[in-house]
DNA sequence: ACCTGAACACCGTTCAAGT
DNA sequence: ACCTGAACACCGTTCAAGT
């Protein structure tokens, strides 16, 4: 008995042009599973499933792919580019201030549709190298972008590295701990950003004031 | 063709008490186990490699177990007990100053068998409830002694915690992030747990002196 | 160019039967 | 009490054959 119920063709004795038709991109295929991994998480992320969904053979997913590896590689590089481009509406609405552009990636990660797609990429990349590549590449520009903000707020070189990557560690571990410890209150994020961007008072030109 | 060799009986036309005499208990089983996944990975813990290893067959391993989950959860549950036991050593050996026990803990995390074990453990605990509890409850400890020896160095309640949080987060992205990002050379551990463990200068009563 | 359908391998799981 | 051996289900993968 299948599970949820045929997904495959519109049913109906549907005269239009034959129900040969439906045929599926390598994008539209990628777009389905990264679809199916953010609503049921990677263990939906089986091509038998993706088959059923799509309405087609098992067969058919190998002419698009050479293997399950390919996909996730697809996924992952879809994904990235998902969020360079959302960090860089971010980072291009650029004249806010620095200690602003870092609030709203957090906020951002703190997303949980986000959170599945990170967890599930990095357990993918540790099996796969060209996974691990779009991930690494990814993270390189996240990375990026804060430490960028960091050296605006006048932090010196290794400062900023080091801070930069302690926001950007804490964030990854924030999303494969998950219910581990207390989540952190809104509060707790502001404390948090607080102690990234400020050191010695002396040393700010800028100040943060009151967020959210 | 088997691809390791046959670990089983030692072979030749051993008199001893019959090849039949080599029985694993549970804790056998679960030691092995763990010592698999340390040495090759998470993609090693295969019942059927297991199997092979200790000579038996698959269905002795369902005496022993319900099923795969159930193993994991007595993985895990030996991990998190065997790390406890690290820290209470560190922390028993207790008149450390403060900040010399959040060093011991930080390095003891990036240790390359740790590193493997808590990738595994927070995969499976995303599938397995059994293992998030004991994942759960280990983090939980961990993040204690961490925010004692913060109150210790008098920090907030609330800094105390933010400060905790942000570095066992950040350990545990560290564990899951890999290569993604530049690592932490020695120095910059240094400027971090300075970060996390300094204040404005005034709130310290004791002050961390050149550590390693 | 894109898909079906049947086959196969691998691995987790069950269970009746052995000692 | 502990294990074997054969069966089964599920899923990834291959490939000859269809349109």
Redesign the interface.
């Known amino acids: 008995m299948s599970p949820r119920a045929g997904t495959g063709h519109p049913a109906g004795k549907s005269r239009e042009r034959k129900p040969l038709t439906t045929r599926w991109s390598r994008d539209d295929w990628t777009a389905k599973a990264l679809e199916l991994l953010m609503a049921e ?3 939906a992320v089986k091509i038998t499933r993706l088959c059923a969904d799509l309405g087609v053979t098992k067969g058919s997913f190998y002419w698009h792919f050479a293997d399950l590896d390919e996909l996730m590689e697809a996924i992952a590089t879809r994904w990235c580019a998902i969020t360079k481009e959302a960090l860089q509406a971010m980072a291009g609405l650029d004249r806010l201030p620095p200690v602003e552009r870092l609030y709203r990636m957090t906020e951002r990660l703190l997303e949980d549709r986000t959170l599945a797609v990170e ?1 599930a990429l ?2 993918w ?3 796969d190298e060209r996974v ?1 590549d779009a ?2 590449e990814s ?2 520009y996240v ?1 990026g972008v804060v430490q960028q903000a960091l050296l605006e707020l006048g932090f010196s070189a ?2 900023a ?3 930069a ?2 926001l ?15 989540k ?1 209150t809104k509060n ?1 994020v502001s ?2 950003l607080d ?1 990234i961007a400020n050191t ?2 002396e040393r700010l030109d800028q100040q943060p004031q009151g967020h959210l």
Do not use: N, W
Not at 168 to 182: C, F, K, M
């Open positions: 998480g990677v263990s967890r990095r357990d990349a540790r099996a691990a991930v690494t993270d390189r990375f290794g400062q590295r080091m801070r990557g302690t950007v560690y804490a964030g990854i571990g924030y999303a494969h701990g998950q219910r581990s410890l207390p952190p707790e404390l948090l102690m010695a008072a």
